[in-house]
């Protein structure tokens, strides 16, 4: 069974300060995503990571893949206001009865003070 | 506007009722899914179909239906036997059978609550 796990589960941060969110998987998974989520909206995606050190960056938001460690992560550069968030990783991978799903983590909340 | 509908975006459940919650999506994908988040925490699969007339549970499908006549179409049916049915419940769909090749596009979202 595939489980993921982020940490923090709450991060508080100044602007203009940097950050790291990790998210761990236990079994091999084969895409990694990154959404966000704005309090009572649904889910925007961030990134999809394919392959070993795959590396995307959009804005402030940079996110990376080791697949041998079996860990993503979520870099945040220089934060600001309009970040504040709660940031979930899921990863893809077959389930127990064969078909390909998402595991979703718990997710981070993010809030970003002045 | 291609994307996702959901409906109604809030909804209120008297103890013992079946409610429907609806999720339409104009995007000509194939594979549909519903979540359910709690407070706090992560989204955890409900049900999931792949094609029209086909579709499997989740990881926490007890208490739940679907139906999948439609490709477009694939509501969501809260039974009475759902005990603690309040929760924020999301749709969602993506091209191919399964996320394998491409990434799932969410819709708006139902906030369930039992009163």
């Known amino acids: 069974e595939l489980k993921v796990e982020q940490n923090p589960l709450f991060l508080s941060m100044q602007e203009g300060k940097n950050y790291t969110i990790y998210c761990n998987y236990s079994?091999?998974?084969?895409?990694l995503y990154w959404y966000r989520q704005d309090p009572g909206k649904s889910l925007e995606s961030l990134f999809v990571?394919?392959?070993?050190?795959a590396v995307k960056q959009e804005g402030r938001l940079m996110a990376s893949l080791d697949t041998k460690a079996r860990l993503s992560t979520l870099h945040i550069t220089a934060a600001v206001h309009d970040l504040s968030a709660t940031y979930f990783c899921?990863?893809?991978?077959?389930?127990?009865?064969?078909?390909?799903?998402?595991?979703f983590g718990k997710g981070t909340k993010l809030s970003v003070i002045p | 506007d291609g994307g996702i509908t959901q409906s109604p975006k809030y909804l209120f459940r008297k103890e013992g009722q079946n409610v429907t919650l609806s999720c339409e999506q104009n995007?000509?994908?194939?594979?549909m899914y519903w979540y359910r988040q709690d407070p706090g925490q992560g989204l955890r699969l409900i049900y999931y179909?792949?094609?029209?007339?086909?579709?499997q549970k989740g990881d926490i499908a007890e208490g739940y239906s679907v139906s999948r006549e439609k490709k477009e179409s694939f509501p969501l049916t809260v039974t009475s036997a759902q005990k603690n049915p309040t929760a924020f419940y999301l749709c969602?769909?993506?091209?191919?059978?399964?996320?394998?090749?491409?990434?799932?596009?969410f819709g708006q979202g139902t906030r369930l609550t039992v009163v």
């Open positions: 995007l000509n994908h194939d594979a």
């Open positions: 899921a990863c893809g991978g077959y389930s127990g009865a064969g078909s390909y799903q998402l595991t």
């Open positions: 990571l394919l392959s070993n050190g």
């Open positions: 179909s792949q094609i029209v007339n086909d579709f």
């Open positions: 079994t091999t998974s084969d895409r």
């Open positions: 969602a769909s993506s091209p191919d059978r399964g996320y394998r090749n491409t990434e799932a596009f």
